[in-house]
């Protein structure tokens, strides 16, 4: 098939504004709220109000804009043009009460209800992990039980943190709990680190969820830890990335870091290998900006954010 000769997606020439230049949008998409025929919108979600240790992530969406801004037209990796496949805009930040989780739960699930109804693909720029449950509420709502892959050094199926049952701690659980997503279609990537207690990965096992630890995924290598994640994420399913899966020598601008992760090539190496699965959106959090060094986690978080959308190229039907 001939290349499209229009690209849906405006985007300045980088040869006549620089990549340095202008208002930043995610890859200097325009700013837009209006839905009708777009394809993808790029959510931020800026709400920290549900981490436990450090917190800053309220600042992650403004720095992976900021990060995003030399990502260009061609991923040769994938031998795609993803933002002339689709038209794709930058929605803006949801906003949320920096200082009541309930009702940033409440303005989450709202805005992103009105993309999901809109058939638009999510791409959400947290924030905590918290936000991942209106995430999934929005979406749940729409596409029914889903599968998740989640990539994290932390589980996140605790039952209660402080005495809470919201928080970065506690999202999955909840999700399950509410039948928003399916434990035996849910697979957890890249675990590791001290824990409160020895039960934690059997208390997650037990739910009916599948633990990939990061020690399993350099055991198995790449590519059979990406078969094993097809596997169990059959059907229509989300993708919740938590930054601290990489190792803080390459994602320091975290808000939990456990030390011995994957590198960032091996994150967007399983990144781009979920071209397979049927995704209905894509969640990246935990970037604290204020832990960062030399702007290399907001970097990569826009890489692996623009790598999540090269893989729907050829699998998702651009409208119009
Ligand atoms: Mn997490
Ligand atoms: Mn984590």
Redesign the pocket.
């Known amino acids: 098939m001939p290349p499209d000769p229009s690209p849906r997606s405006e985007l300045p020439d980088g040869h006549v504004v620089p990549r340095f230049a202008g208002i930043s949008t995610f890859a200097h998409l325009p700013h837009s709220r209006e839905l009708h025929d777009v394809d993808v919108a790029v959510v931020g979600v800026p709400f920290d109000g549900g981490a436990s240790f450090r917190t800053g992530a309220r600042f992650g969406p403004q720095k992976i804009r900021a990060g995003s801004s030399l990502l260009r037209a061609f991923n040769p990796a994938l031998q795609v043009e993803p933002f002339a496949e689709f038209r794709v805009v930058d929605w803006g930040d949801v906003a949320c009460s920096p200082i009541s989780i309930e009702d940033s739960f409440a303005q989450i699930e709202q805005a992103l209800g009105e993309v999901v109804r809109a058939e638009v693909f999510p791409l959400v720029l947290g924030g905590d ?1 918290s936000i991942s449950l209106p995430v999934l509420r929005a979406l749940a709502k729409r596409h029914g039980p889903l599968g998740l892959v989640h990539f ?3 589980p ?1 199926t605790w039952d209660v943190h402080f005495g809470r049952k919201y928080s970065h701690a506690t999202p999955f659980r909840r999700a399950i709990e509410e039948g928003l997503i399916e434990a035996h279609r849910y697979v957890q990537v890249g675990i590791r680190g001290s824990l409160p207690k020895a039960s934690d990965l059997d208390d997650a096992r037990g739910l009916g969820v599948t633990v990939l630890r990061t020690d399993d995924v350099v055991e198995m290598g790449l590519n059979a830890t990406l078969d094993r994640i097809r596997e169990i994420a059959t059907g229509r399913v989300h993708v919740s990335l ?1 930054i ?1 899966v990489v190792d803080p020598a390459f994602a320091p601008g975290t808000g ?1 870091p456990e030390v011995g992760g994957l590198s960032s090539r091996e994150i967007v190496r399983l990144v781009r290998g979920l071209g397979p699965l049927e995704l209905t959106g894509f969640d990246l959090v ?1 970037v604290s900006p204020p832990y960062d060094h030399g702007e290399i986690t907001a970097i990569l978080a826009a890489n692996l954010v623009y790598e999540l959308l090269s893989t729907r190229v050829g699998r998702m039907r651009p409208k119009g």
């Open positions: 992990h994290d050094a932390h996140d938590d601290d939990t935990e």
